[in-house]
């Protein structure tokens, strides 16, 4: 299931934190903090880690007006791509040999998607053999990964959106090295120990990032 929470962003000048929230106000913000002379300003999304271009010229209503559209057409281009995947009317490869389940009257729509999967024969009899048929089984095992991975998961996508952010603003800084190994390693009280003397805003965010203040989007 895709993430439905929105993204939120973070805005540095230098290494102080200017503004942290929905992409709209972050924008405005930095759009005020250029108009008052301000340079160097970086704008990372908080569910990678990697710094985000803004385009601040023209009024506020002009600025947030791109936003607008630049969000849907990423909308348009998801929906456009899984279209040309599937289109209206076309053959879906088959999944497997005719011992899948038939289907019966009333059986509501999943809205699965038809994909071509290559197993060996032994696979495709034990899958056919199990109660509900080939695709309710693999179905469960699918599903079975995914919680027992999930944690996993969400733990790799924070060490990697933190990384990003790291690399972006302490790339230069006394300890990145030995940071970048605590991270990954997963050892928080040694990371704390060998970034305590960058700046406030930037351990505070890197933090969040990686331990959960800030969830993966």
């Given at each position: 299931?895709?993430?439905?929470?929105?993204?939120?962003?973070?805005?540095?000048?230098?290494?102080?934190?200017?503004?942290?929230g929905p992409?709209?106000?972050?924008?405005?913000?930095?759009?005020?903090?250029?108009?008052?002379?301000?340079?160097?300003?970086?704008?990372?999304?908080?569910?990678?880690?990697?710094?985000?271009?803004?385009?601040?010229?023209?009024?506020?209503?002009?600025?947030?007006?791109?936003?607008?559209?630049?969000?849907?057409?990423?909308?348009?281009?998801?929906?456009?791509?899984?279209?040309?995947?599937?289109?209206?009317?076309?053959?879906?490869?088959?999944?497997?040999?005719?011992?899948?389940?038939?289907?019966?009257r009333g059986?509501?729509?999943?809205?699965?998607?038809?994909?071509?999967?290559?197993?060996?024969?032994?696979?495709?009899?034990?899958?056919?053999?199990?109660?509900?048929?080939?695709?309710?089984?693999?179905?469960?095992?699918?599903?079975?990964?995914?919680?027992?991975?999930?944690?996993?998961?969400?733990?790799?996508?924070?060490?990697?959106?933190?990384?990003?952010?790291?690399?972006?603003?302490?790339?230069?800084m006394a300890?990145?090295?030995?940071?970048?190994?605590?991270?990954?390693?997963?050892?928080?009280?040694?990371?704390?120990?060998?970034?305590?003397?960058?700046?406030?805003?930037?351990?505070?965010?890197?933090?969040?990032?990686?331990?959960?203040?800030?969830?993966?989007?």
């Amino acid at each position: 299931m895709k993430d439905t929470r929105p993204n939120t962003y973070t805005a540095f000048h230098g290494h102080r934190r200017i503004a942290a929230g929905p992409l709209p106000a972050v924008a405005l913000a930095v759009k005020r903090a250029m108009a008052e002379g301000t340079d160097a300003v970086l704008t990372f999304d908080d569910s990678t880690g990697r710094p985000i271009d803004i385009d601040t010229r023209g009024t506020d209503d002009e600025v947030l007006a791109r936003l607008a559209r630049t969000a849907t057409g990423a909308d348009r281009s998801e929906a456009d791509a899984a279209a040309a995947e599937n289109p209206p009317g076309a053959t879906a490869p088959a999944a497997g040999p005719a011992s899948d389940e038939p289907r019966g009257r009333g059986r509501p729509k999943l809205g699965v998607v038809a994909r071509e999967v290559t197993l060996l024969p032994r696979h495709w009899d034990w899958l056919g053999a199990q109660t509900g048929g080939a695709s309710v089984a693999l179905r469960k095992l699918v599903e079975a990964a995914r919680l027992a991975n999930s944690a996993k998961d969400l733990r790799r996508k924070a060490h990697e959106r933190s990384y990003h952010f790291m690399a972006a603003m302490a790339g230069n800084m006394a300890g990145f090295e030995e940071a970048t190994r605590a991270l990954f390693a997963n050892d928080e009280p040694r990371l704390r120990e060998l970034v305590a003397a960058w700046p406030g805003d930037v351990r505070e965010h890197l933090f969040a990032l990686a331990f959960g203040a800030i969830e993966p989007g």
